[in-house]
């Protein structure tokens, strides 16, 4: 349990850099730059998915963690909060360099989930471009009032605030789930994908849901330990997306769009694992 508890801290508090410079970059583009930042980000249709999936291959959940808080902000669009969720591997890989795995074979996972998540992000916005018609609008300063976030304070003091708020939700939901992984264990874990072709991505991905850094780790150690195949683990590392979705729940109060991108999550990630596998077979 004392592993568990400093496990948990160190995730959450490798968040906090990130959430306070995106906050406060929220703040200066609401009071400064908000028009000339939306007609930026909206003129970038395809460019979008593109940069949100070359920047979400990185090994930070933090970068998840900012998109959400732009999409809820309205400052990106749907196809790039997927892009960035879906090529979002947290920990994968500094364990799959740890362990020496070729660079070739590395290479061509991320490049795999690159090009998965460019595909989706921008089918998404095409599609999107006909549905948004019935959907709400929110800018950054629909979002602030709802939050409270004390502008009249000033941006430092407002991205703090925020800040602050974040991270204890992300603290205490990380470490509820830290504990469930810790008495579930990853042997039993395991028990339910090895051997099992098409229920492995089934599960993986949903395993890969859970809004935590554990998860790719998990799912990265089992396939390097020979326990899952390869389609398994990308199932779950596609459809994982750190903390990411808790940060989305938290901060987007259009819960039908978040249950929305939490399937479409899941979907992707379980048919493109199990394509893998009826590859590769």
């Given at each position: 349990m004392q592993e568990v508890i400093l496990d948990t801290l160190l995730d959450t508090g490798k968040l906090i850099p990130f959430l306070f410079v995106t906050y406060l970059l929220m703040e200066y583009m609401e009071h400064?730059?908000?028009?000339?930042?939306?007609?930026?980000?909206?003129?970038?249709?395809?460019?979008?998915?593109?940069?949100?999936?070359?920047?979400?291959?990185?090994?930070?959940?933090?970068?998840?963690?900012?998109?959400?808080?732009?999409?809820?902000?309205?400052?990106?669009?749907?196809?790039?909060?997927?892009?960035?969720?879906?090529?979002?591997s947290d920990e994968m890989l500094p364990i799959l360099l740890s362990e020496q795995v070729p660079l070739s074979v590395v290479g061509g996972i991320l490049l795999f989930k690159i090009l998965v998540a460019v595909t989706v992000g921008v089918g998404i916005n095409l599609l999107w471009r006909?549905?948004?018609?019935?959907?709400?609008?929110?800018?950054?300063?629909?979002?602030?009032?709802?939050?409270?976030?004390?502008?009249?304070?000033?941006?430092?003091?407002?991205?703090?605030h925020h800040t602050i708020h974040i991270t204890l939700f992300v603290l205490l939901f990380s470490f509820v789930l830290n504990v469930l992984i810790f008495w579930i264990g990853e042997e039993t874990l395991a028990g339910f994908i090895l051997n099992k072709p098409v229920v492995g991505p089934l599960i993986t991905?949903?395993?890969?849901?859970?809004?935590?850094?554990?998860?790719?780790?998990?799912?990265?150690?089992?396939?390097?330990?020979g326990l899952m195949g390869l389609g398994a683990m990308l199932a779950g590392l596609l459809s994982g997306c750190g903390i990411g979705l808790a940060v989305l729940f938290k901060v987007n109060h259009h819960w039908k769009e978040n249950v929305t991108i939490l399937g479409i999550l899941y979907a992707v990630g379980t048919v493109v694992g199990i394509l893998v596998e009826l590859f590769l077979m």
């Open positions: 400064k730059a908000q028009n000339k930042m939306m007609a930026l980000i909206r003129k970038n249709g395809v460019a979008g998915p593109v940069m949100g999936a070359v920047i979400g291959v990185f090994p930070q959940c933090g970068f998840s963690a900012s998109a959400a808080n732009f999409y809820a902000g309205r400052l990106i669009n749907l196809g790039t909060l997927l892009a960035v969720f879906l090529s979002t006909f549905w948004k018609k019935d959907t709400e609008e929110v800018d950054i300063h629909g979002m602030c009032e709802k939050e409270h976030c004390h502008c009249e304070e000033g941006i430092v003091r407002s991205a703090l991905a949903l395993v890969g849901l859970l809004p935590n850094c554990a998860a790719s780790i998990l799912i990265t150690q089992l396939y390097l330990n």
